[in-house]
Structures are given as C-alpha cells and as structure tokens.
C-alpha cells in the first residue's frame, strides 16, 4: 500500500528534468458559519492541550464537532469523523465498480500558451486534440478514435515544433483526472482536513482537504475534494497528485462529475492548467486543457426503450393515405433513397455519441436555415434538416440534406449573421445538387467500427465544390436578412485566420470542411466592416469570437444538447474576450430526481437535464436573437 508505485503511471508529460507540482498540505479549522458555544470551545482547547498537536486526534474530535452542528441528515448526527472519511472512500471505490460498466466518449483539447504584452495576459500558441472511446472496464485503456482516420489531426504521439525535446501529451494522462486515485484510496495513505459546507449549484458539499501522508508514495492525490451530504460521493476534486519526478510530471486539475440518476455521479469535465512548468534548460511550459466525458448511455437501453414503447401503442393501420395515390415515382423514389442513406448516416453518429440527439438547438439552426431559404424562394426537397456534432473542433459538413454544424463552432460564433454565414455555406452545396453518396442507403455499408468511422465518412467537398459554394452562399446571404450584419461575420473570419496558426487542431474537422474563410464572404462583407464597426463604437465592443463552451452545454448521460442560458455579463475587459479560448469548467451542479436514466426515453428533450454544465457562460450575447422572417 505504501512505498513507491510504479512510475509514469499518472504520469501526463514526459520530459527530463524536475518540477513539482505538490500542493502544500493546510490544516483548516474555520468552518464558514458556524458558531461554537463556550462548552464546545473548551473542549476543543483541552483536547489541544492534552494532546499536545496529535493533530489527527484533533482534527477528528473537530470534525465529530461540526458534523454535530450541521444538520446533515437523518441519523448523520452519529457519524464520527471517521465514519464520515470510510462512507467518502467506500463511495469512491464503488464509483470505479460503477464506471466500469461504460465506455464515454473522451475529448481533450490542451492550448499552449505565450504571453500577450498588449493584453497583459496569455493567447495561444499551439495546440493539441485527442478525441476516444475510454472503455472503462479495462481501466485507464483509451481508443483513439480519429488517429490515422482525422484528416490534417497531428495526434499526441506527434510532437509538434511547440516542444522540443522529447517532451509530450498523454491522452490516459487527463482521462486518469475522472478519479482521485483509482487503484488505492483508502484511509491509511491520506489525511482528511474537514474545511466547510458549500453549495455545488443545488448540491449541498461537505469539503475535505486531502493530503497524503508521508511515505503514502508517489501520484496521490492532493487537494480539495467536495462531497455531496446525502449520498457521499465525491462530485469535484480540485488538486493534483503528489511527486512529480524528473521524467514525469503531475499537472494541476479540477475534476467534475455530475447526476445522471440515483447514486450515479460521472465524470464529465475536467479543466487543466500550468502556468509555469519548467522542464530542461530553462524551458516553461504553459498550458490549459479541457477534457470532456459523454456518451455514457450509448447503446444502452434506447434500442430496449423504443422497442418496449412500440410494443404498448395501441394498433394502427395505415389506411389514411388511401384517397391519395400511394404509389411512388421514380424521382419520390430516388429521393427517399437518398434520405435513407442520410438517415443512415445520421443515425449511425449518432449511435456512436458524434452526433446529438434532436434538440432544440437544431431548431435554432433550422429557423437560421429556414430565413436564409424564405428570402431566397428556395424550395428545396426533402426539407432541410439540421444537427450538431458533438465535438470541439471547428467544423461543418452536410450529409445530403442534413446540415451538421459542431458544438465548437457553434460556441464561438459572435451572433446570428456569422451563424447564418457558416449555414449559408452547406445550403449552397445542397443548392448547388450536392448528393450523399447512396451506397449509404445500403445498410450494410454503415456496419463498420466505431473506430473507422472517420476513415468511412468523409464530407469534405474539393475545392472546385467549395469555391462554388462561397460564392453561391455569400450570393443567399445578400438576399437574405442578415445582409447588413454580416460585418461581424467578417471580423470572425478574420479573427480565425489570424489565429489559424495558432490553433491548428481546432480547425482541422475530423469529418467535415474547414469553417470557410471565404474571399467571397469577406468581399461581400467588406463595406460593412468599415461601416459597422468604427473604432471606439460601441459596435466595436461586441465580441469578435466567444471562447468554447461559450453557447452550448452537452448532457454527458444522454447527449442531450441546448442552449446555454446565462446572465450577462456586463461589460467584458480585452483580456476576457478570450475568441476561441479554453476557460476554466464552472458547473451548476443539479441532482437528477425525476426517474433512473435507463428509464429517461432517449430522443426526447428531457425536461430536467442531468447537469447544468454552465461552463463559461460569461459571454455578453450568449443566445441567438432569431430574426424573424415571415414566409
Ligand atoms: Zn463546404
């Protein structure tokens, strides 16, 4: 139990030399609140003289004292200290038994930074993506998902020009973060701080500092944990692990898991940051990292779900149609074979956790779709449709006449007419007679490995077809009614030119087109640049691009998908605008009350969404402002 473990095995970053990243253990004894009587006092001060700093003995009377104080619940009044610190860890070890029975989709997105002198702060300089399968009940084992399949990804394993030496990423590094120490949390190696009571959003917390003993070996965790008072599962975990050695370091974390259901906790996000790691001769690195979890229910249930809701409806017959011909002609033919295989399509990334469920963001797209057609006269036939890609990366694509714009893109668009920008420009290849390749009618064709899909499904056009269509979309946006907003749309698109080099796997799509940096768009938009934002307007203090995670918040259970709704702000200093920035995750925790998750019908909007993930939501203009075209 105690002694040296293995090395590497937390480690995250491989290089030579030495720079720990141990948080200093504190002993608390404020308690936010609480007011000791004079009888408690005393007591208190006996024991510190009797004693005579045994701190453990203290600090489990203490913590007996202000459990006693905290009306926790029923019967909690009996817990002693160490009552308490057994429930936390037998919780802890059942949360790894329960999580073996998944495999989440696994997402880390790490920026390098440099220092900005204009902005006072940092931007980013590089950047690296990893997107898997974590199949849990294998452990720490992850799939890769887009290695050799991605197109322009460089995957971890490739070291880029940003670090020199043998220094690199590892994904397993930051999927380990989902647990405080996963082979060996116990009481003998730790020691619990009680340090006070916080609300997590609706979840009432007790927290703990954790700090390993000494001798307790290397890659314990250190740091703060928050314990949710009914069940006592840990639900965030704030710190790093200990020793950080030459040829492995331990980054700092905060690691979130929210409610899907009684007794059900799952990691869902974990932010990560060094400001200062300093590696070989000299050298410091600096980087944020966001990982996210989701995915969790795929494959399970929905096929039992739908199957048993089919079995009770009541018997129908489809005698409603006989007025009208039945039959069907060759061209309703070939268009329902087409929709098949977008069907197919869809349904088939769907399955895998690329792609949300239908939710009320694809209505927000299609409204946006729909204003761009109306004012067009376009007609298009089968409507279309529109969906979201669950992933960071900036990137759409169309699927015959589905229309797939990702959840990074979405994020960090300033406002409707950039977003009619990027859906102007997969209806004009849909305008312009792109087809679905129809062998994706046949089902047999989509039967392949979740792990080749990338290698299957490819949406890019050539550039003759993505020529055309920013020429054909920058034509449907003059008509349309976003036509005197799309400065903004302009100053995106330069704003991601200007740091293309900078976040190079951002905007390299796993499926899709790069977001269009269009001479057509920007030549269209040009006069109104000029004209709508002069310096010092207040035009010009709209955001040019939002960080991500700025609009769109994912229900790691279900995939579930919708808007954030979050307040202003205010006014927003330079150095907070942060256009296409990894930001610190900050959820508004929620429990889960309404049924079991395998009992939620997956396809449906669920009222009460697992988790208010309200990361960064900080963005003035955070919603769209639908603009509304009468038919
Ligand atoms: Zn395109």
Request: glycine share 8%; net charge negative; with cysteine.
């Amino acid at each position: 139990m105690l002694g040296d473990r293995p090395l590497g095995k937390r480690c995250v970053l491989s290089t030579r030399s030495v720079e720990s990243a141990v948080i200093k253990p504190v002993v608390k004894f404020q308690t936010g609140g609480i007011d000791f009587s004079a009888g408690v006092r005393i007591v208190f001060e006996m024991l510190w003289q009797i004693s005579g700093g045994i701190m453990r003995t203290l600090r489990a009377i203490f913590i007996v004292l202000v459990l006693s104080v905290i009306p926790l619940r029923a019967g909690a009044q009996e817990d002693t200290a160490g009552q308490v610190e057994d429930r936390i860890i037998a919780q802890e070890h059942q949360e790894i038994t329960t999580l073996k029975q998944f495999s989440p989709l696994v997402e880390t997105y790490i920026q390098q930074l440099r220092p900005d002198k204009d902005l006072n702060t940092t931007v980013p300089a590089g950047d690296r993506y990893f997107l898997g399968r974590a199949v849990l009940s294998k452990g720490l084992e992850l799939e890769s998902l887009t290695s050799g399949g991605g197109k322009g990804h460089r995957m971890m394993a490739g070291l880029g020009s940003v670090f020199t030496l043998q220094m690199d990423f590892l994904p397993r590094g930051f999927l380990q973060m989902i647990y405080l120490d996963d082979s060996d949390f116990d009481r003998a190696p730790y020691q619990f701080d009680y340090v006070h009571r916080e609300f997590l959003g609706e979840i009432r917390c007790l927290v703990f500092d954790v700090t390993p003993l000494p001798n307790a070996g290397k890659g314990r965790f250190t740091g703060r944990i928050w314990v949710e008072d009914q069940d006592f599962h840990v639900v965030r975990f704030n710190g790093g692990y200990a020793g950080s050695t030459a040829g492995s370091f331990y980054f700092h974390f905060d690691s979130w898991r929210v409610n899907a259901g009684p007794n059900l906790w799952l990691p869902a996000f974990i932010y990560s940051e060094e400001s200062d790691l300093r590696y070989a001769l000299g050298k410091r690195l600096q980087f944020k990292a966001q990982t996210r979890l989701w995915g969790y229910n795929l494959g399970r249930a929905r096929e039992e779900e739908e199957l048993s809701k089919v079995m009770v409806e009541s018997p129908t017959t489809v005698d409603d149609q006989t007025q009208t011909a039945n039959d069907i002609s060759p061209v309703q033919a070939q268009r329902s074979w087409d929709r098949q295989a977008e069907d197919n399509v869809a349904d088939r990334l769907e399955r895998m956790g690329l792609l949300a469920p239908p939710s009320e963001v694809d209505t927000v797209l299609e409204a946006v779709v729909n204003n761009l057609e109306v004012t067009n006269n376009l007609d298009i036939q089968p409507d279309v449709r529109c969906r979201v890609l669950l992933t960071s990366t900036l990137e759409s694509f169309t699927i015959g006449h589905t229309i797939v714009l990702s959840r990074g893109l979405i994020d960090v668009l300033p406002d409707e007419a950039s977003l009619a920008t990027m859906l102007a420009h997969e209806l004009a290849h849909i305008v312009l007679g792109y087809r679905i390749d129809s062998q994706f009618a046949f089902f047999d064709n989509i039967l392949f490995d979740d792990k080749d899909v990338f290698r299957h499904f490819g949406f890019a056009g050539t550039p003759e077809e993505e020529q055309a269509a920013d020429t054909k979309a920058a034509e449907l946006l003059r008509n349309s009614p976003y036509k005197d907003q799309l400065g903004t749309a302009a100053l995106f698109l330069q704003a991601l030119a200007d740091r293309a080099k900078d976040i190079p796997n951002l905007i390299s799509p796993n499926l899709g087109d790069h977001v269009p940096i269009s001479k057509a768009i920007e030549v269209s938009a040009a006069p109104m640049v000029s004209s709508a934002t002069p310096p010092g307007s207040p035009a010009a203090q709209v955001p040019v691009a939002l960080p991500l995670g700025g609009r769109v918040k994912v229900d790691p259970w279900n995939d579930q998908i919708e808007m954030l709704k979050s307040k202003p702000v205010g006014s927003v200093a330079e150095q907070e605008r942060m256009p296409f920035e990894i930001t610190p995750f900050m959820l508004y925790l929620t429990r889960e009350t309404s049924s079991t998750p395998s009992e939620t019908p997956a396809g449906t909007v669920s009222p009460a969404p697992a988790s208010q993930a309200a990361p960064n939501a900080t963005q003035p203009g955070a919603s769209f402002v639908l603009v509304p075209v009468k038919p």
